[in-house]
């Protein structure tokens, strides 16, 4: 009698535990992993939509055009044509740069070592006997494939067991990807048929489960 009560103890302080497992994977989203202060802080909203959008361009210019130089000047040439605007609407270009790079740069600390689960979809990295056991995790289809890529703050850099890997799948299926979230900013070599590029990350993860998304 007394060994079936204890099995019973045992068994019923298991299924007590069973929630606060469950509750130990966190589900987020994306913006999740802007800070909290960060998140709903927009630039530009004090601006015209014509503002807005010329801002936006500049910016996209000077993010993507190569270094300057004698070579490249004619690359400017619309650049320095609208670039008179931004004094003539008193536009503060310097500092909504500044907010700009600030929301897409700035982490979460505090989800560090915590298990979370997040959607999205994965550009690989390395790949092991046809089996993926690296890749980024992005918010939107064909992200780092083009330019510019998403902010660092919006990229993760996932690694999978390699004994376990997982299996080439389309760029466009989205995937759930469970794990241990840490922030820690990194660069990473990207290498595609017309070329590379170094891309900026704010988030890595160690999967425990990657799995096709599901509602």
Known sequence: MKTLIQTMVVFAAGI???????EEVRQITWHDLVPAHLADVDP??????EQQ???????YMLETLPPRTADTEDLYESLDEEMPLIKKYNIDLKKIMEQTQEIRTAVVKELDGQHVRLPGYLLPLEITD??????????????CIHVPPPPP??????KVNQAKG???GGLYDPVWVTGKIKAKSMVKDLFFIDGSANIDIGYT???DFVEPYQQ
């Not at 530009?44 to 939509?49: E, Q, R, Y």
């Not at 959008?53 to 910016?59: A, H, K, N, T």
């Not at 089996?131 to 289809?141: A, D, E, G, H, S």
């Not at 703050?153 to 996932?158: D, E, F, G, L, T």
């Open 16 to 22: 007590l535990c069973l929630p606060l497992m469950a």
């Open 44 to 49: 530009v909203a004090h601006l015209t939509p």
């Open 53 to 59: 959008d010329l801002v936006g361009w500049i910016m």
């Open 130 to 143: 046809a089996r993926i056991t690296q890749f980024l995790l992005v918010p939107y289809v064909g992200a």
């Open 153 to 158: 703050n919006q990229i993760v850099h996932v």
């Open 166 to 168: 997982i299996k080439r």
């Open 205 to 207: 993860m160690q999967a």
